[in-house]
């Protein structure tokens, strides 16, 4: 097997190996840093490379693997999201004020990833504080794998670019209104929106809107790193119990026949062709395996559930404004979020939570007649990078097709199952009932196994 071979492996077949003494996490992690030492200066996936400290723990990992009950990822590579902090490892949250900034403690997070085994690469690229494309002020701009000129969206821009470049095993992502879903559709690989309360972050404040997820070149990957993650944590307002087993059984599991909804529709945004004809591609592959597919009209909420949507994020960031650079220091996007929520009224405030609470409920109702939606996961394709900054230019145009499924905390994908006549890829996100990955790593791993695309290799070598 060739050393890119290698590189492109998941996380589950590099963990075998390792197991197997058919490679050792030094060889693993040496491979990645001499791949990101060449290609991370042209995609900016990573804003800090942590060599050091990956190849000291990579030599530890390799001396220990005669020990029993090695946890389930020892020695196997990945990237954290730069807003996550990691003890002794930069992390800017991509605002230029934390350029130095090294923290003590590990997010909860981060901690169970390092507990099943995982050795940490680098933290990848995000835009300040995961506020819109990831091209962080002050920071150079993530490039899109498949095509240099384009954005890789936001906020897990450089985790979907580490992913799908071959610079990590799996990486590490965030989700508050499509954080992991948009970039893994713009670079051609599975990002994973999980259940609001499928991950703890305790003792850390929690957020009702975001979640931690992976994003993976296999949906066997993705379905490993929740299983290393998921669970309680002491204090949560909001929990589920863990599931009746692995979600890596699962992605290994049949759906048997599913009545899946389908809808093309994109709110507040314009028809975007790639979106149809990935739609379409995925809807035949469906009816093939024998899933009942019915096109729907979904009920979508607007744009006063976009402002309001707004009104809760922004009122989160706007309580964290004390550690924060001074306002004129920030990304205008960010600005511009805090001139929506600075100075309103508590009971606008709460007004605008309560009109989320009563959307969630419409939506979820609609799940009653269906196991699962079928929609896409972007509004519009990549832009080119020179037109992130213009004002004018909304990147991903509608969030509703995502952050819809933040407001309800329903389980979402975004799977990489079409590419467009200019070769960029086209993700369609599947969207599953409350509490239930299972169904879609199910259906997800069906998928894949029907129309395989870990095979393609992006063009940035």
């Given amino acids: 097997m060739t050393d890119d071979e290698v590189a492109f492996l998941g996380s589950v077949e590099q963990a075998r190996m390792i197991r197997a003494k058919e490679i050792s996490p030094v060889e693993l992690v040496t491979l990645y840093l001499e791949r990101c030492d060449r290609l991370n200066p042209r995609l900016h996936a990573y804003l800090t ?38 003890a002794g490892i930069r992390t800017t949250h991509g605002t230029a004020s934390h350029r130095d900034h090294v923290p003590t403690v590990d997010d909860p997070v981060v901690a169970k990833l390092k507990r099943a085994g995982f050795i940490i690469l680098g933290k990848s690229n995000t835009p300040e504080y995961g506020v819109g494309s990831t091209d962080p002020i002050g920071y150079d ?34 989700d508050g209104g499509g954080s992991i879903r948009i970039p893994a559709a713009y670079c051609g690989v599975v990002g994973v929106k999980p259940s609001r309360g499928r991950i703890s972050n305790s003792p850390n404040i ?31 307002p909001w929990w589920l119990d863990r599931p009746a087993r692995p979600f890596l059984e699962e992605a290994a599991t049949e759906p048997g ?4 909804a389908v809808s093309t529709d994109c709110p507040e945004a314009p028809p975007f062709r790639g979106n149809a004809d990935a739609i379409t591609a995925t809807s035949k592959v469906l009816l093939d395996l024998g899933h009942e597919v019915e096109e729907v009209t979904v009920p979508w909420p607007g744009a006063d559930t976009d402002r309001a949507f707004f009104v809760s994020y922004g009122g989160k960031l706007a309580a964290s404004q004390d550690e924060m650079p ?58 080119p990078i020179e037109r992130l900054r213009d004002e004018q230019v909304d990147a991903e145009a509608s969030l509703l097709v995502t952050s819809t499924f933040n407001i309800t905390g329903q389980p979402a994908f975004s799977l990489p199952m079409h590419w467009h006549d200019d070769g960029m890829p086209v993700g369609v996100q599947i969207v599953g009932r409350p509490a239930d990955e299972a169904t879609l790593f199910r259906l997800a791993a069906q998928l894949e196994n029907a129309k395989p695309w870990a095979a393609r290799r992006p063009p940035c070598e």
């Avoid at 050091?52 to 990237?79: C, K, M, N, Q």
């Avoid at 026949?257 to 899946?260: D, N, W």
Wanted: hydrophobic share 45%.
């Fill in 257 to 260: 026949r599913l009545r899946i």
């Fill in 206 to 236: 929690p957020s009702l809107l975001a979640t931690a997820g992976p994003i993976s070149r296999t949906v066997a990957d993705a379905a490993g790193f929740l299983d290393a993650v998921s669970g309680y944590g002491t204090g949560d």
């Fill in 141 to 174: 701009t993530c490039r899109n794998p498949w095509d240099l000129t384009r954005t890789v969206g936001g906020s897990s821009g450089g985790a979907a670019a580490a992913a799908a470049a071959g610079l990590c095993a799996v990486s590490h992502g965030g």
């Fill in 49 to 86: 490379l942590a060599a050091d400290y990956a190849l000291r723990e990579a030599d530890r990992a390799t001396r220990g693997l005669g020990e029993p009950d090695l946890p389930p990822f020892h020695g196997v590579p990945i990237s954290i999201k730069d807003l996550a902090d990691t």
């Fill in 326 to 383: 001074r306002r004129e220091l920030l990304d205008p996007i960010i600005q511009h979020m805090l001139d929506i929520v600075v100075g309103l009224t508590a009971e606008e405030y709460v007004r605008a939570e309560n009109h989320l609470r009563l959307v969630s409920r419409q939506v979820v109702a609609f799940f009653s007649d269906y196991d699962v939606l079928l929609c896409p996961s972007v509004a519009v394709p990549p832009l």
